[in-house]
């Protein structure tokens, strides 16, 4: 499975900062027509660019993918049907074929056995669900709205398989999956994990003069008085001064909304991933857009005539050197050649489930045990 990671997926999807040609050159909007309540932050806008795959990041973000699949009913060990199988590249099935992927997965689709040092991933499942196993003994079934992180620091092993559980209709499956750095000082921390249960996570909602609605589900950060639950603990997220926030902002067609400034000194991004028309203070934003913004100032928003969602990524840059190679983060070469030594030599502490690709049972509820044998459900 590392071979798999470093010749595609994982290993080829690690280096996501852009390059500055492919920047798109903003057009001044007029204004002689436009409430003054659209032009907030006029300034703002540093860059506008098309969203590659994995989408762009900054510092002291790595790595933004979002997975949309439209995956068939499931057969009777949760995988799809055998003829979809047809044609696909399994064990690196990143293609998009019939609008669904297997990923590294060769029975169910997902990402099967494989390790993490010196970063933390984020995973947040807007839709569907996601089978968790890994080397600390933690497991978990989660989704829709529930959010996985992971502190990988010093080392660890982890499985991600989306099991298939109806037979009689489809099973989309929709995901963020953002990868934050550690410091130097954490990159070799004891990995830790932790789930924040949708309903933990608050939705702030916005009505604007004119009724329209929108809404900001706070996963880290903190929005109007809204306080996302807490970080890992070794997390950037947890360090004072950090100012990380990720927010996934839904919009109404037409609903305006200003998103209050940032503390200066931060990276700010907002991901324009579902709609069209989205204008940010006072710029037209082509669908499916990367837009870089100045934190200093209120940025309005204006959904366009469809619900508009976007999701913003902040955070105060950590400014150190970043070695990466496939599914280790360091801060040099000689760290990266002594994480692969480390994991051949030690397997980050071995893996204690019977399959790569660990599911559970069809009819299992959403749950999680940690590491220490306690059980978890999503609070009512």
Known sequence: MLELLLASGAGSLVGCTPSSDRSTRLRPVPTSHEPPADRTGADAVVTVEPLTRPWQTRDPFLFCMHHDDRY????????????????????RDFADRDGWNMYHGRRVPGFPRHPHRGFETVTLVRRGLLDHSDSLGATARFGRGDVQWLTAGGGILHAEMFPLLRTEQTNPLELFQIWLNLPAAHKMVDPHFSMLWAPTIPTHEVRDEAGKRSQVTVVAGRFDGVVAPDAPPRSWASQPGADVAMWSIAMEPGARLTLPAGPEGVNRSLYFFEGRGLRVAGREIPAY??????????????????DNEILLLQGRPIGEPVARHGPFVMNSDAEIRQAYADYRRTQFGGWPW??????????????????DGSMETPPA
């Not at 019977?354 to 590491?371: I, K, Y």
């Open 72 to 91: 068939p009913p499931g057969n009777p060990v949760m995988g799809p049907p055998p003829g979809s199988l047809a044609g696909r590249q399994m064990g």
């Open 289 to 306: 857009h990367h837009v870089a913004v100045r934190p200093g100032s209120d940025l309005a928003l204006t959904a366009g005539p469809v």
């Open 354 to 371: 019977t399959s790569e690709e660990p599911v559970h049972p069809r009819g299992v509820e959403r749950f999680a045990r940690r590491p």
